[in-house]
């Protein structure tokens, strides 16, 4: 069992920057890659960012060049730089984990909330 909790998330005004956390409960090189998702309104979840306990990132499209995705592994955690924010960002953001055991186990967080706004 992997618990993963958020944190980061809030209002911004477009053009603008958040940082979001996720830490997992504990520490294994079975989990492998984390990354972040988001869900907008009316739409269906998507990925945004994962990387690799070696540090290979991939990005959606929609957030190249604008959104940077980093891992400590020292403490467990995942974070996902987010900037030039735009109103299309705004979604709840899951942060997500695949634990490999012969099978693919997701795991996700409760998720964050993100407004890019005026």
């Known amino acids: 069992q992997v618990q993963l909790v958020e944190s980061g998330g809030g209002l911004v005004q477009p053009g603008g920057s958040l940082r979001l956390s996720c830490t997992a409960s504990?520490?294994?090189?079975?989990?492998?890659?984390m990354g972040w998702y988001r869900q907008a309104p009316g739409k269906q979840r998507e990925l945004v960012a994962t990387i690799t306990s070696g540090g290979n990132a991939n990005y959606a499209d929609s957030v190249k060049g604008r959104f940077t995705i980093s891992r400590d592994t020292a403490k467990n955690t995942v974070y996902l730089q987010m900037n030039s924010l735009k109103p299309e960002d705004t979604a709840v953001y899951y942060c997500n984990a695949k634990l490999q055991i012969g099978v693919v186990i997701d795991y996700w967080g409760k998720g964050t909330l993100v407004t890019v706004s005026s």
């Open positions: 504990r520490s294994d090189l079975s989990i492998n890659p």
